[in-house]
């Protein structure tokens, strides 16, 4: 799997858009964008994916750039909830293959 | 959507003790399960990787007979902590996808403490 870079913290006001940064110049062509987020004391919480288009769900918007190579993790209206590591993770779209998860940034949204 | 369930959420107990971790997957059917095992202010590190029908396969550094995994239908894998030790205290969790086009669900850990 291709590594993925993310600030270590981040801080975001509540109400705000948090927008956060993934670097994976390394990803391959097959290979997709998977966000997740892990909320103190819980299992991780699956947000979005994609693979070159932007996607949008409930959760958050997905920003991938035209070369692939970096993404933005978009949460519009953020609140204190949350609050919690997020984490990019680059793999081959196959639920057969584990997810590597790397050490995440820290989003503390802020009252 | 896809709910992955863990049970115990918790457990402490003394040293030598096996425990044993259920993962279910409730609303769909998982040929593959993961584990994983976290300890405190560190990322999830992959342990093993969980097999309906055949033996699981084990990431380097985990023993396979001190973590016993078995994945008996397409709906339930347990671990289990054989002689469970002070070291052993961590936070595992699970994770499974139905098909390949589905994004992996993650159960919500169980914290082992062991005396």
């Known amino acids: 799997d291709a590594k993925t870079t993310q600030p270590t913290s981040m801080d975001c006001a509540e109400g705000r858009a948090a927008n956060l940064p993934c670097n994976h110049s390394?990803?391959?062509?097959?290979?997709?964008v998977y966000w997740y987020r892990q909320i103190h004391s819980q299992g991780p919480q699956y947000i979005i994916h994609?693979?070159?288009n932007n996607e949008t769900n409930e959760m958050a918007s997905l920003i991938i750039t035209e070369d692939r190579k970096s993404s933005t993790l978009i949460l519009p209206h953020a609140t204190l909830r949350d609050t919690a590591v997020y984490y990019c993770?680059?793999?081959?779209?196959?639920?057969?293959?584990?997810?590597?998860f790397g050490k995440g940034t820290r989003l503390s949204v802020i009252a | 959507g896809a709910v992955v369930s863990q049970h115990p959420s918790r457990v402490i107990c003394k040293s030598g003790t096996s425990v044993k971790i259920e993962c279910r997957s409730l609303?769909?059917?998982?040929?593959?399960m993961f584990w994983y095992r976290q300890f405190p202010k560190q990322s999830l590190m992959l342990m093993a990787t969980?097999?309906?029908?055949?033996?699981?396969?084990?990431e380097q550094g985990v023993e396979k007979d001190k973590f016993l995994i078995n994945h008996a239908s397409l709906t339930l894998s347990t671990l289990t902590v054989t002689s469970a030790h002070p070291e052993d205290s961590s936070f595992y969790i699970c994770?499974?996808?139905?098909?390949?086009?589905?994004?992996?669900?993650f159960g919500d850990g169980t914290r082992l403490s062991i005396l």
């Open positions: 994770s499974a996808a139905g098909t390949k086009n589905q994004p992996q669900h």
């Open positions: 390394t990803i391959s062509g097959n290979e997709y």
């Open positions: 994609g693979l070159k």
């Open positions: 969980s097999n309906e029908g055949s033996k699981a396969t084990y």
């Open positions: 609303d769909f059917q998982a040929t593959t």
């Open positions: 993770i680059v793999r081959g779209y196959s639920g057969n293959t584990p997810l590597v």
